[in-house]
């Protein structure tokens, strides 16, 4: 029944594939619940999220007591039953765990499970996480696995080794080299067996594999001491090919293709990344230990960030040379030497994969005022967003198609084209530009989506002008439709579950809620809200403005003064980015933290967010997918003229993150109020399939 | 296309006549070059492939005779003003309003900047202005530089400038002229942008960007002449008025702005807003105030910003001391204004006894003879430099002839001058086809044929 739900979902081979995937992991699931190891990846997720302290900690203990959500979340949706509830945790839990790595790689996997954190980052480390996207992802794959064999090796080579040893092996450079070599080699088969495994039919063979492997697991079952050096030993295994691997790569840089170089890029920084996970356990174990790896751990943080700046540098010309045929704004905004400076300085550590913040004086650099290939209103929404100017999901939506609606207007089809084919390759190049202004919103993704795909299916025979005005009539649909309809669904369905004398704790400033607090006053509805807000951005503000101008009655706190307010509120309404088929809520940074305060005092949490918010991608974490905001912004707005860090750029120890947003997992969350109704996080498979045949009948 | 661009050359040049009497002061040279070349190699340097030229009708044949057009590379579209006009910019605007269809760049013709034109484009996209304009400070050597055949120090004429700092929105530009003690200030407006600076020490670079609504709002205003004086002060005070009829979608409303005679309530029912412009102002999250109640911009659908050069160079030949001193400038800067051009052919010193630094340019077929001494000096082409003249601070216009041993230190010499022998010149301004006897001693004297001169 499972595979029945998720297969109706899913029309394309791709997705199949990941079908498929989802169900293998799901048995791994299960042997890790049986297994005795299970404790140390609880312990290890739980460490790699304290370090990025973010919300994910929660996925543990949703992983524990998930039975208690559905059953709280049907009281409020009775529509839906029991069992699919349960069916769609398991969904969740599955996707959870879902990436490429786990098929190929489950064979290793469950006896070690010491670099299961390691897995985890490795997803978190920003590919194989979008599954939509099956063409990215083989290299990455072949990467990851390798270091998935390089592991096994090494754990192999030092399973029964002890701790003291490893440290002596540390030191041994010659063994360094020889384990470059068999990391090379590994790197060579695992890709191999890579190509053999993905396309094997996997119910079968995968089966056997998992029986093979728990077989091992249980026969090598260790001592708590063992285990410990066991990891120790697969860490220092790590550090060691690190060492070797730059080494080998300052030799061999000029002999080495682009697609190896990168590889093993990444696999040092895997390692790297590794190392730090084995550290954080190994403070809980033995404290003396830790300390001294401390300082060599303060040594090597400081090598890692000059040569981070270097890879960063590398980087991005390679990537520069990659799209230079297509994106023509893209190089030459990077053939800017101060952008790649920018880009390259004090990256955060985790989050090194993200497009790193730029200022947008450089973005219009080099296009011209007159004759330039981008139509105005593309170079004034990018400003503006970019900007700050339109902001909030919705009304960059709103904005976007406006100015798209203004292209398609002055569109004239070139000569000997098509105009299916050249608007929509237009429009690619528009969403280009705009994504260098600012990532692009999920809202926006999927409307230009909605569009595109109206405009392929233009049947070609009828004239421009037809064709045009057919698209306004699209965009003007949608935007009434999706949006301004939409927010008034909302706003009644959000009213119905207001009451009066309720305490309404809002987040910062989200347009659907808004609408909804302001259509409940004028109702009659006797409450009072709390608006939240947070640094460095204070969009409560907005938030505020509108409400007490609307004379409603307000209290406005900041964001630490949380747990002290939520005593007397009733109900706490967050706006959304988007809502990832997995039922995890995206919104802006902070939202996880209320609603797991929120959790903590009973408090009911009621997400607004429009259907076509929702995503079909899958995250667990805001790691992998995130958007990163101008760190000045952190600290320009201290106290005026005492900027102390100003030259925060400047001080080698100082690195500053702002991060747009976060994901609160769907146990936190009561309920989501769509135009559509009140459902749980669950059902956005089942609302994007009912979308996605919509739209194919269309 | 984005923008328009408009070149305003049709300037008279009314401080520095001297020069002007002769040659139209768009082609004046800068750098053997004229002056009219600096702001289109901008343009073009922006991607501007044509360009609207504005000159008065006299000079029309000079200026397609010194082919600009493919000195620089650029369709130009020259318009001439009947000379029995004496219109301001604003006229001159209102006569091409057919060529306009998009927003415009005005530019003056004297402007030599290294300016990134996309700095200004940026705030003028950011924020939907009506209208950008390009502020510069003045810097003071170009200002206070002695101007030839000038007595007495020449009263500048300052603007003041109240600017939100952060946002760079404007709140009054006005002449200095147009104040008398105080500057006033509304108290609403204080309210709504609590921090202003009032600078007097910028310049006005005449380089805007203006929305095509507003060029719609001045071919309905005729009272209004010129851009600097009128537009810009009037437009810039009624950001802060909103429109009466404003949210009111009566037809009836609607007509009676726009036949009124009340421009107050005329310039709102000029700018144009998109179909969803509402929904999208209710759905922005945007907070850009603090303890105010009004919506983004305050309302404001007029919103006019300034752009504050912090480095770099804007000069304004547009007097004669600035004239000369740009003319003394250009060697060094210019790779830094015109984006590493090709310099103007510049002949060689001939002889190796003459002197000459890299602070000099020589034009083509220009004839130097031995032991001439040049110093930070602009010499045209085909000029005759006899022996033993030594020139400090020149500006040598093309067709000069310098008799041997003379001295002219911080001279300007129109096209077809003549220097006889011996002469000893400073600070003089030799007009036109002029002729200096020899043997003269003249200091901070011009020289120009007497009725030409009364009648501009």
Same mark, same amino acid.
């Given at each position: 029944?499972?595979k029945l739900k998720?297969?109706? &979902?899913?029309?394309?081979a791709?997705?199949k594939?990941? &079908?498929r995937?989802?169900k293998?992991?799901?048995?791994?699931e299960?042997?890790?619940?049986?297994?005795?190891?299970?404790k140390v990846?609880d312990?290890t997720?739980?460490?790699?999220?304290?370090?990025?302290?973010?919300?994910?900690r929660?996925?543990?203990?949703?992983s524990?007591?998930?039975?208690l959500a559905?059953?709280?979340?049907?009281?409020i &949706?009775?529509?839906?039953?029991?069992?699919?509830?349960?069916?769609?945790?398991?969904?969740?839990?599955s996707?959870?765990?879902?990436?490429?790595?786990?098929?190929?790689?489950d064979?290793e996997?469950?006896?070690?499970?010491?670099?299961?954190?390691?897995i985890q980052?490795s997803?978190?480390?920003?590919f194989?996480?979008?599954?939509?996207?099956?063409?990215?992802?083989?290299?990455?794959?072949?990467?990851?696995?390798g270091?998935?064999a390089?592991k096994t090796?090494?754990t192999?080579?030092y399973?029964?080794?002890?701790?003291?040893k490893?440290?002596?092996l540390?030191?041994?450079?010659?063994?360094?080299?020889?384990?470059?070599g068999?990391?090379k080699?590994?790197?060579?088969?695992?890709?191999?067996?890579?190509?053999?495994?993905?396309w094997?039919?996997?119910?079968?063979?995968g089966k056997?594999?998992r029986?093979d492997?728990?077989?091992?697991n249980?026969?090598?079952?260790?001592?708590?001491?063992?285990?410990?050096?066991?990891?120790?030993?697969?860490?220092?295994?790590?550090?060691v090919a690190?060492?070797?691997?730059?080494?080998?790569?300052?030799?061999?840089?000029?002999?080495?293709?682009?697609?190896?170089?990168?590889?093993e890029r990444?696999?040092?920084?895997e390692?790297?990344?590794?190392?730090?996970?084995?550290?954080?356990?190994l403070?809980?174990?033995?404290?003396?230990?830790?300390?001294?790896?401390?300082?060599?751990?303060?040594k090597?943080?400081?090598?890692?960030?000059m040569?981070?700046?270097?890879?960063?540098?590398e980087?991005?010309v390679?990537?520069?040379?990659?799209?230079?045929?297509?994106?023509k704004?893209?190089?030459?905004?990077?053939d800017d030497p101060r952008?790649s400076?920018?880009?390259?300085r004090?990256?955060?550590?985790?989050?090194?994969?993200?497009?790193?913040?730029?200022?947008?004086?450089?973005?219009?650099?080099?296009?011209?005022?007159?004759?330039s290939?981008?139509?105005?209103?593309?170079?004034?929404?990018?400003?503006?967003?970019?900007?700050?100017?339109?902001?909030?999901?919705?009304?960059?939506?709103v904005?976007l198609?406006?100015?798209l609606?203004?292209i398609?207007?002055?569109?004239i089809t070139?000569p000997?084209k098509?105009?299916?084919?050249?608007?929509?390759?237009?429009?690619?190049?528009y969403?280009?530009?705009l994504n260098?202004c600012?990532p692009?919103?999920?809202?926006?993704?999927?409307?230009?989506k909605?569009l595109?795909?109206?405009?392929?299916k233009?049947?070609?025979?009828?004239?421009?002008?037809?064709?045009?005005?057919?698209?306004?009539?699209?965009?003007?649909?949608?935007i009434?439709?999706?949006?301004?309809?939409?927010?008034?669904?909302?706003?009644?369905n959000a009213?119905e579950?207001?009451? &009066?004398?309720?305490?309404?704790?809002?987040?910062t400033?989200s347009?659907?809620?808004?609408?909804?607090?302001?259509?409940?006053y004028?109702?009659?509805?006797?409450?009072?809200?709390?608006?939240?807000?947070?640094r460095?951005?204070l969009?409560?503000r907005?938030?505020?403005r509108?409400?007490?101008?609307?004379?409603?009655?307000c209290?406005?706190v900041?964001?630490n003064?949380?747990p /002290?307010?939520?005593?007397?509120?009733?109900k706490v309404m967050l706006?959304?980015?988007?809502?990832?088929a997995?039922? /995890?809520?995206?919104?802006r940074?902070?939202?996880?933290?209320i609603?797991?305060?929120?959790?903590? /005092?009973?408090v009911?949490?009621?997400?607004?967010?429009e259907?076509?918010?929702?995503?079909?991608?899958?995250?667990?974490d805001?790691?992998?997918y995130?958007e990163?905001?101008d760190?000045?912004?952190l600290?320009?707005e201290?106290?005026?003229?005492?900027?102390?860090?100003?030259?925060?750029q400047?001080?080698?120890?100082?690195?500053?993150?702002?991060?747009? /947003?976060?994901?609160?997992?769907?146990?936190?969350?009561a309920?989501?109020?769509?135009?559509?109704?009140?459902?749980?996080?669950?059902?956005?498979?089942?609302?994007?399939r009912?979308?996605h045949?919509?739209s194919?009948?269309? | 296309?984005?923008?328009?661009a408009v070149?305003?050359?049709?300037? !008279?040049?009314?401080?520095m006549?001297?020069?002007?009497?002769?040659?139209?002061?768009?082609?004046?040279?800068?750098g053997?070059?004229?002056?009219?070349?600096?702001p289109?190699?901008l343009?073009? !340097?922006?991607?501007?492939?044509?360009?609207?030229?504005?000159v008065?009708?006299?000079?029309?044949n000079?200026?397609s005779?010194?082919r600009?057009?493919?000195?620089?590379d650029m369709k130009?579209?020259?318009?001439t003003?009947?000379?029995?006009?004496?219109?301001?910019?604003?006229e001159s605007?209102?006569?091409?309003?057919d060529?306009?269809?998009?927003?415009?760049?005005?530019?003056s013709?004297d402007?030599?900047?290294?300016?990134?034109?996309?700095?200004?484009?940026?705030?003028?996209?950011?924020h939907?202005?009506?209208l950008?304009?390009?502020l510069?400070?003045?810097?003071?050597?170009?200002?206070?530089?002695?101007?030839p055949?000038?007595?007495?120090?020449?009263?500048?004429?300052?603007?003041i400038?109240?600017?939100?700092?952060h946002?760079?929105r404007?709140?009054?530009?006005?002449?200095?002229?147009?104040?008398?003690e105080?500057?006033?200030?509304r108290?609403?407006?204080?309210t !709504?942008?609590p921090?202003?600076?009032v600078?007097?020490?910028l310049?006005?670079?005449?380089?805007?960007?203006?929305?095509?609504?507003?060029?719609?709002y001045l071919?309905?205003n005729?009272?209004?002449?010129?851009?600097?004086?009128?537009?810009?002060?009037?437009?810039?005070k009624?950001?802060?008025?909103?429109s009466?009829?404003?949210?009111?979608?009566?037809?009836?409303?609607m007509?009676?702005?726009?036949t009124?005679?009340?421009?107050?309530?005329?310039?709102?029912?000029?700018?144009k807003?998109?179909?969803?412009?509402?929904?999208l102002s209710e759905?922005?999250t945007?907070s850009?105030?603090w303890?105010?109640?009004?919506?983004?911009?305050?309302?404001?659908?007029?919103r006019c910003?300034?752009?504050?050069?912090?480095?770099g160079?804007?000069v304004?030949?547009?007097?004669?001391g600035?004239?000369a001193?740009v003319?003394?400038?250009?060697?060094?800067?210019?790779?830094?204004?015109?984006?590493?051009?090709?310099?103007?052919?510049?002949a060689?010193?001939s002889?190796?006894?003459?002197?000459?630094?890299?602070?000099?340019?020589?034009?083509?077929?220009?004839?130097i003879?031995?032991?001439?001494?040049?110093?930070?000096?602009?010499?045209?082409?085909h000029c005759?430099?006899?022996?033993k003249?030594?020139?400090l601070?020149?500006?040598?216009?093309d067709?000069?002839?310098?008799?041997?041993?003379s001295t002219?230190?911080?001279?300007?010499?129109?096209?077809?001058?003549?220097?006889?022998?011996?002469s000893?010149?400073k600070?003089?301004?030799v007009?036109q086809?002029?002729?200096?006897?020899?043997?003269?001693?003249?200091?901070?004297?011009?020289?120009?044929?007497?009725?030409?001169?009364?009648?501009?």
């Amino acid at each position: 029944m499972d595979k029945l739900k998720l297969g109706g &979902n899913q029309g394309s081979a791709n997705k199949k594939k990941r &079908n498929r995937r989802a169900k293998s992991s799901n048995f791994i699931e299960n042997d890790h619940m049986k297994g005795p190891n299970f404790k140390v990846v609880d312990k290890t997720s739980e460490s790699s999220t304290q370090a990025s302290n973010m919300c994910s900690r929660v996925q543990n203990e949703q992983s524990k007591d998930n039975k208690l959500a559905p059953a709280e979340e049907s009281t409020i &949706n009775p529509n839906l039953s029991e069992s699919q509830y349960t069916l769609k945790h398991k969904k969740r839990k599955s996707k959870k765990k879902k990436s490429p790595i786990r098929t190929v790689t489950d064979k290793e996997e469950v006896s070690m499970l010491s670099a299961d954190g390691d897995i985890q980052l490795s997803k978190k480390n920003g590919f194989g996480i979008n599954l939509d996207s099956s063409g990215q992802a083989s290299e990455e794959k072949i990467v990851v696995s390798g270091l998935e064999a390089i592991k096994t090796a090494k754990t192999k080579v030092y399973d029964h080794q002890t701790l003291v040893k490893a440290e002596n092996l540390l030191k041994s450079t010659e063994l360094a080299d020889s384990l470059t070599g068999t990391l090379k080699s590994s790197i060579m088969s695992t890709h191999e067996a890579l190509k053999e495994e993905s396309w094997a039919p996997c119910t079968g063979a995968g089966k056997q594999q998992r029986l093979d492997s728990r077989a091992s697991n249980e026969e090598g079952q260790k001592t708590k001491a063992q285990l410990k050096a066991e990891r120790k030993a697969a860490f220092e295994a790590k550090r060691v090919a690190e060492v070797a691997d730059k080494r080998m790569s300052d030799k061999q840089t000029q002999q080495k293709s682009k697609a190896t170089l990168r590889a093993e890029r990444r696999a040092v920084q895997e390692a790297q990344r590794a190392a730090k996970e084995g550290k954080h356990q190994l403070e809980n174990v033995c404290p003396v230990a830790s300390v001294k790896m401390q300082e060599v751990f303060l040594k090597q943080d400081h090598k890692e960030g000059m040569k981070d700046a270097e890879q960063g540098a590398e980087f991005s010309v390679s990537k520069n040379e990659k799209s230079a045929g297509v994106k023509k704004v893209h190089k030459k905004t990077s053939d800017d030497p101060r952008v790649s400076q920018q880009e390259v300085r004090k990256k955060v550590r985790l989050f090194r994969h993200l497009p790193q913040y730029h200022h947008n004086y450089l973005l219009t650099r080099n296009l011209r005022l007159a004759g330039s290939d981008l139509h105005p209103s593309i170079i004034g929404l990018g400003l503006q967003i970019s900007q700050g100017v339109v902001r909030g999901s919705n009304a960059r939506c709103v904005a976007l198609l406006t100015a798209l609606k203004e292209i398609i207007q002055d569109y004239i089809t070139p000569p000997h084209k098509e105009l299916s084919r050249d608007l929509e390759a237009k429009i690619r190049n528009y969403m280009n530009f705009l994504n260098q202004c600012r990532p692009v919103a999920v809202s926006m993704a999927n409307a230009v989506k909605h569009l595109t795909r109206f405009i392929t299916k233009m049947p070609s025979n009828i004239n421009d002008s037809e064709a045009k005005l057919r698209l306004c009539e699209q965009i003007d649909t949608f935007i009434k439709e999706e949006i301004k309809l939409a927010k008034q669904a909302i706003s009644q369905n959000a009213g119905e579950n207001i009451r &009066n004398h309720d305490v309404v704790l809002t987040y910062t400033c989200s347009s659907s809620v808004k609408g909804a607090l302001c259509d409940a006053y004028d109702e009659g509805k006797n409450f009072r809200v709390v608006v939240v807000d947070a640094r460095p951005r204070l969009d409560g503000r907005e938030m505020l403005r509108c409400l007490v101008k609307k004379g409603i009655q307000c209290s406005y706190v900041l964001i630490n003064a949380v747990p /002290y307010i939520m005593q007397e509120v009733t109900k706490v309404m967050l706006g959304a980015h988007s809502l990832q088929a997995n039922g /995890y809520v995206m919104s802006r940074v902070g939202c996880s933290q209320i609603a797991l305060i929120a959790r903590a /005092y009973n408090v009911p949490v009621l997400v607004c967010c429009e259907t076509y918010k929702f995503s079909e991608h899958v995250h667990t974490d805001s790691i992998v997918y995130n958007e990163l905001a101008d760190p000045n912004e952190l600290v320009t707005e201290l106290p005026p003229n005492k900027q102390t860090l100003e030259n925060w750029q400047d001080i080698p120890s100082l690195y500053l993150l702002n991060l747009e /947003y976060d994901l609160t997992p769907p146990d936190l969350v009561a309920m989501v109020i769509t135009d559509i109704g009140n459902l749980p996080c669950t059902s956005v498979p089942v609302v994007l399939r009912v979308k996605h045949a919509g739209s194919q009948e269309v | 296309m984005e923008f328009q661009a408009v070149v305003m050359a049709a300037g !008279r040049g009314s401080r520095m006549t001297e020069l002007t009497t002769g040659c139209p002061k768009c082609l004046l040279p800068v750098g053997n070059v004229p002056m009219i070349w600096y702001p289109l190699n901008l343009l073009k !340097r922006n991607g501007f492939q044509e360009a609207i030229v504005i000159v008065p009708e006299m000079a029309k044949n000079e200026v397609s005779e010194a082919r600009i057009d493919t000195k620089v590379d650029m369709k130009l579209d020259i318009v001439t003003i009947p000379s029995s006009e004496d219109w301001g910019t604003a006229e001159s605007i209102r006569y091409i309003k057919d060529k306009i269809k998009v927003d415009v760049l005005i530019i003056s013709c004297d402007l030599i900047t290294d300016f990134e034109l996309h700095q200004l484009a940026d705030v003028y996209r950011t924020h939907s202005a009506s209208l950008a304009m390009l502020l510069a400070p003045v810097s003071l050597s170009l200002v206070n530089a002695p101007a030839p055949g000038q007595k007495g120090k020449h009263k500048r004429v300052r603007d003041i400038v109240g600017i939100e700092s952060h946002t760079g929105r404007l709140m009054f530009v006005n002449s200095e002229a147009d104040f008398e003690e105080n500057v006033p200030l509304r108290k609403f407006i204080l309210t !709504r942008h609590p921090v202003v600076q009032v600078h007097s020490d910028l310049m006005d670079a005449h380089l805007y960007l203006m929305s095509k609504w507003l060029v719609d709002y001045l071919v309905e205003n005729e009272n209004i002449t010129t851009i600097k004086g009128e537009l810009l002060p009037s437009v810039v005070k009624k950001q802060f008025y909103h429109s009466k009829t404003e949210g009111k979608n009566d037809i009836t409303n609607m007509k009676a702005s726009v036949t009124s005679v009340d421009p107050k309530k005329d310039i709102h029912s000029h700018k144009k807003t998109g179909e969803w412009y509402d929904l999208l102002s209710e759905l922005s999250t945007r907070s850009n105030q603090w303890g105010s109640l009004d919506d983004c911009y305050h309302g404001d659908q007029v919103r006019c910003y300034g752009y504050i050069m912090k480095d770099g160079l804007c000069v304004r030949a547009n007097t004669l001391g600035s004239y000369a001193e740009v003319n003394r400038l250009i060697p060094k800067i210019w790779d830094s204004v015109t984006g590493n051009s090709e310099r103007p052919i510049s002949a060689s010193l001939s002889r190796s006894k003459s002197q000459g630094g890299d602070d000099s340019m020589i034009g083509e077929g220009t004839n130097i003879a031995d032991k001439v001494t040049i110093k930070k000096s602009i010499i045209g082409n085909h000029c005759q430099l006899k022996e033993k003249v030594k020139l400090l601070n020149c500006v040598i216009m093309d067709h000069v002839t310098v008799e041997e041993g003379s001295t002219l230190q911080s001279c300007i010499l129109c096209s077809n001058a003549f220097v006889g022998k011996g002469s000893e010149l400073k600070d003089c301004i030799v007009g036109q086809q002029q002729r200096v006897m020899d043997l003269s001693k003249l200091s901070n004297d011009v020289i120009l044929e007497i009725e030409k001169f009364i009648e501009i």
